[in-house]
């Protein structure tokens, strides 16, 4: 499943990053923003990816963004043939480079050319470290939600095929395995595989991949990451009969799920929606289950933008990304949603999953 996106709304995104980044520098009296975290990187060119090292938060190059309109990319000589022929051609950014060896920070300062800036990153000398930055990437530009949509199918699938592909006796690592290899053709990347098997799914809310071979239960969970945006979704599949214990925690946690969801619109305070999703624990009989894991939140640039509590400050934007994930030991819902006036839509869901109390039950094999 091939994504292409029309130059006219790449073009238009990338206006709009830029007067979200003016507006940002004038309200705060600054003359530059310098951004090195892969999140912010991705997010103002609309895509590109400075990131080498996986693990790494911060990339291998910088943008430097002058309240002028200067627009340079530093990095080193290793990474500037990639950044001018593949990242950046055409897009009216320069590129400037040091030796391999040599710290970029001259040459940030030289694009700064005595701006008072601030940055993303700390030990930049004379640079204070940016605050706020994260609010400026909530609301989704429309070739966002094109490409978040086009991710969300994506990642619904892979979690959907390596249920269905999976037998009794294969261990964890291959549930995890297949994940990876549905998403490589795709260029995405996993940023987060947790799959627990029988007892591990009642042990463990974070368990990473084992060893240990599968005999009757399995839950595959993926964050997944292209372009620097996020989709998350959690499914399960059962080797035989459900029992009528297992189901019921289904039926409950698809009610908070419902819950979560059907308040996610634009305008909402986001801890109405939390409030919303913890009275549905008491209503269905797990009062006390929220308190063992986070319930999700905001979605986007990073595999969480924030989580949600009783004390969040924020307010639902037009077009922002949500993954909630409620649990009842034993089971969780977990999706990632669109927030539109019309309501939530859901862009992990996969066209003949089965559905308990309207929410991706166990598939029964």
């Given at each position: 499943m091939r994504f292409e996106q029309s130059t006219a709304l790449l073009e238009a995104e990338r206006r709009e990053k830029e007067i979200r980044v003016q507006q940002y520098l004038a309200e705060r009296g600054l003359g530059a923003l310098v951004l090195t975290r892969v999140e912010n990187f991705a997010w103002l060119t609309a895509g590109a990816n400075n990131r080498i090292v996986t693990t790494e938060e911060a990339g291998a190059a910088s943008l430097v963004y002058t309240a002028d309109g200067g627009k340079y990319v530093i990095t080193n000589i290793s990474e500037a043939r990639r950044m001018e022929e593949e990242e950046?051609?055409?897009l009216g950014w320069e590129v400037r480079s040091t030796r391999w060896d040599q710290s970029q920070a001259y040459l940030i300062h030289e694009a700064l050319n005595g701006r008072r800036a601030v940055a993303d990153t700390v030990g930049l000398p004379g640079i204070e470290q940016a605050t706020g930055l994260q609010r400026l990437r909530y609301q989704l530009t429309e070739a966002e939600v094109e490409r978040l949509r086009w991710l969300g199918h994506v990642t619904g699938t892979a979690v959907a095929d390596a249920c269905r592909l999976h037998e009794p006796g294969e261990t964890e690592h291959v549930a995890a395995a297949r994940v990876h290899e549905?998403?490589?053709?795709?260029?995405?990347?996993?940023?987060?595989?947790l799959v627990a098997s029988d007892d591990r799914i009642y042990r463990y809310r974070h368990p990473v991949p084992t060893a240990k071979p599968v005999e009757r239960y399995l839950m595959v969970v993926l964050v997944a990451e292209k372009w620097g945006l996020h989709a998350a979704a959690t499914r399960?599949?059962?080797?035989?009969?459900?029992?009528?214990?297992?189901?019921?925690?289904?039926?409950?946690?698809?009610?908070?799920?419902?819950?979560?969801?059907?308040?996610t619109r634009p305008g909402a305070e986001v801890r109405s929606i939390f409030q919303a999703g913890l009275k549905a624990y008491g209503q269905v009989g797990f009062g006390d289950e929220w308190l063992l894991h986070h319930q999700g939140g905001a979605i986007g640039y990073a595999p969480r933008e924030y989580l949600a509590t009783a004390e969040s400050p924020e307010v639902v934007q037009p077009n922002q990304a949500f993954a909630w994930n409620p649990s009842i030991t034993g089971a969780k819902a977990e999706d990632t949603v669109l927030?539109?006036?019309?309501?939530?839509e859901v862009l992990t869901a996969v066209e003949g999953w089965p559905l308990v109390g309207g929410r991706p039950g166990p598939l029964v094999r």
């Open positions: 950046f051609a055409g549905a998403l490589a053709p795709y260029g995405v990347t996993p940023a987060v595989v399960f599949v059962h080797f035989g009969p459900v029992s009528d214990v297992l189901r019921r925690k289904y039926e409950a946690v698809a009610a908070v799920d419902q819950a979560y969801i059907g308040a927030a539109t006036p019309a309501g939530a």
